[in-house]
């Protein structure tokens, strides 16, 4: 053998070696987990309300800047991306009824788009990848605020490329407040005093303090860091005034699930899923929330004490896969609460909170999503082609089953959904409500009551994908049109702004 091709034999062997090594490493490592070892010493970071101007016909304006900055999450300078400054975005705050318009610029040297997750609007405004916003270009977003009281967000979601502008920190809150003038008076409303923002996203950082991005076998199973940011601030505590704090959970992150729970085990009210409020307070310990889903609850403080909101190992008894891959057995602490010596009365969180008038099942247009290998029922998206035609105002039964070995989520835009059964079975009080997004653990099946209302056009799809947003961004989605009755659909070509 010449001395060159034992070299390559031998750095091969080293190489092959290596991989099957850090593989039986990734399978045998200790789970991740700082719970006890976060020190709590920066305040809670609130993302500032979005500034906003009403014209003489009502219409509330916005503007966004998507553009890359510098933070200081304590590690060091880091480069990152947001919204109207370095790291996330603002808060919009909008009322139902209301005319909003959003003018978006892309101060960024690449395409995006903003997509308003969980926000019943036209597909045209809807930010998805046909939407693509080309550098130093820009674009408006407008419609009306046709849905009831909720925390939704919004976020990249152009081709192929979501997963890593959402990490870079591109991402914000939206929250809808129900009709009337002021924000519902019955749960805690101060925004960032007892109402209050909590977008939890997991990052690593190099000793430079850049964020990582771990590239885990091939990078097929997304990112999962082992630092928590929460509004962009690590180890953070917030100061309590209130006998009641309202937190509005948002998982931000790219591929990790939480399971919400306090370190002193106490019991909370779950207010609020995905699409609004609950037709009824749900007293538990813990609240599952998986990429791109939101939970609203309400905690009882005592004068003088400090709890830690905690996540508690989201799927420790799921196989391998889960556990070891998709951070199934980590946990974290996320927000230490701090009372104050003395706390001001909140009114008792009300036993009613709203109605969720039920969708009927009955004659619902039956369909199938099976996800799998990286794909829906066999096939990565197209931007070209359409994979299922809606027709406005009919209801559909949406049968979404988990065949493979991890976990996956299922999101669809421009609707609210209700879930009919999981397992086969009525859902439990947390799933109850309105969803727009799920979590589907390997085997799990859901279905879906579907109903795309108010608005129909032809030419432009929305998206259903796993927010799982390497997933997403390797093609786990689909394009669904939403017609009149008889009308065909003829998706429009679409050309960066
Ligand atoms: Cu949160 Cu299609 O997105
Ligand atoms: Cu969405
Ligand atoms: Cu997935």
């Known amino acids: 053998m010449r001395p060159g091709v034992r070299l390559a034999l031998a750095v091969i062997l080293v190489l092959v070696l290596g991989g099957l090594a850090y593989g039986g490493y990734l399978l045998v490592r200790p789970p991740v987990s700082t719970v006890g070892h976060v020190r709590f010493d920066r305040p809670l970071r609130i993302p500032p309300l979005a500034p906003s101007t009403v014209d003489p016909k009502g219409v509330r304006t916005f503007t966004l800047e ?46 995006t788009t903003v997509h308003w997750h969980g926000m019943h609007l036209p597909a045209k405004a809807d930010g998805g990848p046909f939407a693509a916003i080309r550098p130093g270009g820009t674009a408006t977003a407008a419609w009306t605020v046709n849905q009831p009281a909720a925390t939704l967000w919004y976020h990249p979601h152009p081709d192929g490329r979501t997963e890593e502008q959402v990490y870079r920190g591109l991402a914000g809150m939206v929250i809808v407040d129900g ?49 928590l940011l929460v509004n962009g601030t690590i180890g953070p505590y917030h100061d309590v005034t209130t006998q009641l704090v309202r937190l509005r959970l948002l998982n931000a992150s790219t591929a990790r699930s939480y399971s919400f729970g306090f370190s002193d085990g106490r019991a909370f009210d779950l207010v609020g899923t995905d699409g609004g409020l609950l037709s ?51 946990a974290f602490d996320v927000l230490q609460l701090r009372a104050a010596a003395t706390l001001k009365p909140s009114p008792p969180v009300p036993a009613k909170l709203t109605d969720v008038p039920r969708l009927d099942p009955a004659g619902a247009v039956p369909r199938t999503f099976e996800l799998g290998g990286r794909a829906i029922n066999g096939q990565k998206m197209a931007m070209n082609r359409v994979d299922v035609v809606a027709v406005k105002d009919v209801t559909e039964r949406w049968t979404v089953r988990n065949t493979d070995f991890m976990q996956h989520n299922f999101h669809v835009h421009g609707t609210r959904f209700q879930i009919a059964s999981k397992n086969g079975r009525p859902p439990p009080p947390p799933l109850s409500g309105w969803k727009d997004t799920i979590n589907l653990q390997p085997g799990e099946e859901m279905d879906l009551l579907v109903r ?25 989605m689909g394009q669904v049109v939403v017609v009149e009755p008889g009308q065909q659909a003829q998706l429009a070509h679409h050309h960066p702004h």
């Open 179 to 227: 009709p009337g003038s002021g924000p519902d008076p019955a749960l805690p409303s101060g925004y960032g005093v007892d109402d209050v923002p909590v977008i939890v996203q997991d990052k690593g950082f190099t000793d430079g303090g850049e964020f990582t991005i771990p590239n885990q076998l091939g990078g097929t199973l997304g990112i999962l860091g082992d630092t």
């Open 452 to 476: 795309f209302v108010d608005y129909a056009d032809p030419t432009t799809p929305y998206m259903y994908h796993c927010h799982l947003l390497k997933h997403e961004d390797s093609g786990m």
């Open 280 to 330: 009824a307070p749900y007293r538990t310990d813990r609240v599952a929330v998986s990429v791109g889903e939101r939970a609203e609850i309400v905690v009882a403080m005592r004068p003088g004490e400090r709890v830690v909101l905690r996540s508690y190992p989201p799927n420790p008894d799921s196989g391998t896969v889960v556990r070891q891959f998709q951070g199934g057995a980590d």
């Open 66 to 111: 998507a553009g890359a900055g510098v933070s200081d999450f304590g590690r060091g300078r880091t480069p990152t991306w947001g919204y109207n400054g370095a790291y996330l975005g603002p808060t919009l705050r909008v009322r139902q009824g209301e005319p909003v318009q959003v003018d978006i610029h892309n101060g960024l040297k690449e395409q």
